[in-house]
């Protein structure tokens, strides 16, 4: 079996957004444009990715009792590094996302990998894992962020295609639920089908 299947398997079947339903706080809160969702999810990407790998090279070493917070130290470390770089080389993406940057810490998404896959497996197979989780709540949150976007100004990255106004709600909260309801039912009829 081809190890390409810890990336599909993150993208589609084991989708963090709309099949798992994690991360829902950065998914709701980040995803007012297409342009902020694919930030937020190539920055958790990010500490997906190398977290995963640090974490399958610890485990072996770490005792069960204090397995937790040696995996939030480790995440938190890769945050922080995100957060630097972030400051110095993208400021104004960093403006953008704010608070939502340091919650990646207690994301669901990168402990539970961390917890669920990265401790059992090798740093290749974690690393492919990690890559196939980021791509896929990197989708999601795209693709949430594009339809809000379009519904709420008429744009999409920016780029203003419809004249007039969109519809308020979708730029804000109570379109994200709405948005995130529909897309699930879509992605879920779509994998019972396969």
Known sequence: MSKLHFVTDGFVKNNPTFVLV????????????????????????????????????????????????????????????????MQAFTPAVYETLGLFI??????????????????????????LDGLGVGLGFTASLTVIGIVREILGSGA???????????????????????VLGFLMVLFNKYLAKK
Not at 25 to 54: K, W
Not at 76 to 85: D, E, G, K, R, S
Not at 113 to 120: D, M, S, T, V, Y
């Open 22 to 85: 994690l991360g829902m706080c950065p998914t709701l809160a980040t995803t007012t444009s297409a342009m902020n969702g694919l930030e937020m999810g190539l920055a958790t990407m990010f500490v997906l990715i190398l977290s995963n790998i640090v974490i399958s090279l610890v485990a072996p070493m770490v005792p069960d009792k204090v397995r937790i917070p040696v995996y939030i130290t480790v995440i938190a470390t890769f945050v922080t590094v995100l957060q630097l770089l």
């Open 156 to 178: 999409v990255f920016g780029w203003k295609f419809i004249s007039g106004d969109g519809i308020l709600a979708f730029v804000m909260a109570p379109g994200a639920f709405l």
């Open 102 to 127: 340091p919650l990646i810490v207690v994301n669901c998404i990168v402990l539970g990998r961390a917890e669920g896959f990265a401790n059992k497996h090798g740093v290749g197979e974690s690393a």
